[in-house]
């Protein structure tokens, strides 16, 4: 136990002392990355633990892109009450996808998420009085009780600040009663009925909170990168949030943190790479695939059992545990 | 008016459903769901192109070129890079053929150029006029193609042993080998049978929608739309499928009112969904076994 805190408290540390030796840019892609882990997490929730398949996700991230926005810019709501605000709207909005998803599974489920993250991106450009159409929107810059938030190292700390808050808040759902029916629910639906658990709620539920996470990461990428535009809701990036996480590994916190940053960071680390990018972040997928096909938290996982453990040196040991856990 | 929607919807139909029923036949023996397949299209396209404007040699020829391509690029795919992920679970097995494809576009890119080319037409010629409906040339060919590889499959699987022996595996897997079925022989060969289908969907998409490197995607999309709605463990439903979602999106956007227009592919889904409702396994599809 005392480790344990000892390796987390290390770690946020780390974290939070980010700034002192990042800059600019890298900033920028760390903030980003959280804004990832976030909505990776919302949609291991539903595909990983409820085993609702959705490739429509972007539609929820622009949901909560531009109500943040016009909840920031037209209501002049202050950030931090604008925020959860969008992850709410952005939540109910999830029900719409539960009407399918009472009738359909997999594949099935899977286009009809589809057609919605569809609509959604077709619908944003036209209704242009509400999203400023295809030109989008420039947000206003954000501010905390008279301070502004306007430097890369601000909008970082709040990435990271509203991050950790919703990794553990996705701990505890996970290990509440209703992470344990949305398992359930993913094994076995009639099993899981004959335990008394409600499908359509428990669906519902799972819904809400995918779209809310999903939401919240929307909002956060409208705060961050401080104008929205439809372009960068379309189906490319519901898949890049589906590949990050089956890379990182399905139905895991830790693995959603690590995929979502590993795809938020490889195009970055590929810059060096001219003309050679896409075929590199190709050959990645298809590696992690064929090398970890449990995902790299599971790769690491396996990596990491009692006993390959003992062979190890004691405090790379410590380490190893820890992860293992 | 009515009639012409209908025909020209049927035709653009009968190239989803080509799609359509390659991606199927994947799904159907080896469990994985293909998003690379728009780009695996592209590529043995692409192929059909060089040995057209780069060789110079005759259509049919390269439509047989890319259609060679296309069968050893889905081996080369299931042996290759498939094969030893094998004891992935079915989702990690879709983002690599994602990958798959990110590769192909950028092989692709290096050796075509990322400009989108014309492809030529088939047929030339002027148009058929039959009563009211004006039919292209190529048209035909599409209809007579896609006609033409329903019925080649339908034998195959209904008169050889290959077909059989592919029907056993998507049955049950176990029982096949137990059969003596090679079923590592037969996943291969579904790869090469729906990717080769890919490829002669692409040379008759190409002359309309021209060639680029993401071209096929949109196309794709449509296929797994029309793969869904007509049942994804169906091949008669890929058909069925496809054929009613050119038609339904033909109807739509001819008799949409213009304002509401842009919002085509909104109401396609909406349609979709409705029907999914009512019959969740697709038109065609067998609803799924019952484990209780």
Do not use: C
């Not at chain 2, 929607?5 to 994985?32: E, F, P, Q, R």
């Amino acid at each position: 136990m005392v480790r344990q805190v000892l390796i987390w408290g290390g770690l946020l540390l780390l974290l939070f002392l980010a700034p002192l030796f990042l800059h600019g840019y890298s900033l920028y892609i760390l903030s980003l990355g959280g804004v990832y882990v976030i909505a990776t997490i919302g949609l291991n929730l539903l595909t990983g633990y409820a085993g609702q398949v959705s490739i429509g996700h972007a539609g929820f991230l622009a949901i909560g892109a531009y109500a943040a926005a016009l909840l920031l810019a037209r209501a002049g709501l202050p950030f931090w009450l604008g925020l959860p605000l969008a992850g709410l709207i952005t939540g109910l909005t999830g029900f719409i996808l539960l009407i399918p998803a009472l009738r359909l599974s997999t594949i099935y489920l899977a286009v009809a998420t589809l057609g919605f993250g569809a609509a959604v991106y077709e619908i944003l450009p036209r209704w242009s009085a509400l999203t400023g159409g295809h030109q989008g929107m420039r947000l206003p810059g954000l501010s905390l009780f008279g301070l502004k938030l306007d430097t890369d190292m601000s909008l970082y700390l709040l990435s990271l600040i509203v991050t950790v808050i919703m990794i553990l808040m996705a701990r505890n759902i996970v290990y509440s009663k209703l992470g344990r029916a949305f398992i359930a629910i993913r094994d076995h639906e009639t099993a899981a009925q004959a335990l008394g658990i409600s499908l359509p709620r428990y669906k519902a539920y799972a819904f809400f909170i995918s779209a809310f996470y999903t939401g919240i990461a929307g909002g956060l990428y409208a705060y961050v990168v401080g104008y929205i535009s439809p372009g960068g809701f379309d189906l490319g990036k519901s898949i890049y949030l589906f590949s990050m996480m089956a890379l990182g590994g399905m139905a895991s916190i830790p693995g959603s943190v690590v995929g979502a940053l590993f795809l938020a960071f490889l195009p970055f680390w590929l810059s060096s790479f001219r003309g050679l990018q896409q075929f590199i972040y190709g050959a990645a997928l298809v590696s992690v695939v064929v090398f970890m096909p449990y995902g790299i938290w599971g790769f690491v996982r396996r990596w990491t059992m009692p006993d390959k453990l003992k062979r190890l040196p004691r405090p790379l040991r410590a380490v190893m545990e820890f992860v293992h856990r | 008016m009515l009639a012409q929607l209908v025909v020209s919807g049927l035709a653009a139909g009968s190239l989803y459903a080509l799609m359509a029923l390659g991606l199927v036949l994947i799904y159907k023996t080896t469990d994985i769901v293909n998003f690379g397949y728009g780009d695996m299209t592209m590529f043995s396209t692409f192929i059909a192109y060089a040995l057209l404007t780069w060789y110079g040699l005759p259509f049919w020829t390269s439509f047989l070129g890319a259609i060679i391509a296309g069968f050893l690029l889905g081996i080369l795919v299931d042996r290759g890079i498939l094969r030893p992920a094998r004891n992935a679970p079915v989702v990690s097995l879709l983002i690599a053929t994602l990958g798959i494809g990110m590769m192909l576009e950028a092989i692709a890119g290096w050796i075509f150029g990322y400009d989108v080319k014309a492809f030529p037409y088939a047929l030339k010629g002027p148009p058929i006029i039959l009563g009211n409906v004006i039919l292209r040339r190529h048209d035909l060919l599409v209809f007579a193609v896609a006609a033409a590889i329903a019925l080649l499959l339908f034998a195959m699987f209904k008169f050889t042993d290959i077909g059989i022996a592919m029907r056993a595996t998507a049955q049950n897997k176990r029982a096949a080998r137990l059969m003596g079925i090679s079923t590592e022989r037969i996943s291969a060969l579904s790869w090469a049978l729906g990717v080769g289908i890919g490829a002669v969907a692409g040379v008759l998409i190409a002359p309309i929608a021209f060639l680029g490197l993401t071209r096929m995607i949109p196309v794709m999309i449509k296929a797994f739309a029309a793969a869904v709605l007509g049942g994804f463990t169906s091949m008669p439903g890929a058909i069925v499928g496809g054929l009613l979602l050119g038609v339904t999106e033909n109807l739509v956007s001819g008799y949409m009112p213009p304002p509401l227009a842009p919002l085509k592919t909104t109401f396609i889904f909406l349609v979709l969904i409705l029907v999914l409702a009512i019959r969740p396994q697709g038109l065609l599809g067998e609803p799924p076994g019952r484990r209780v």
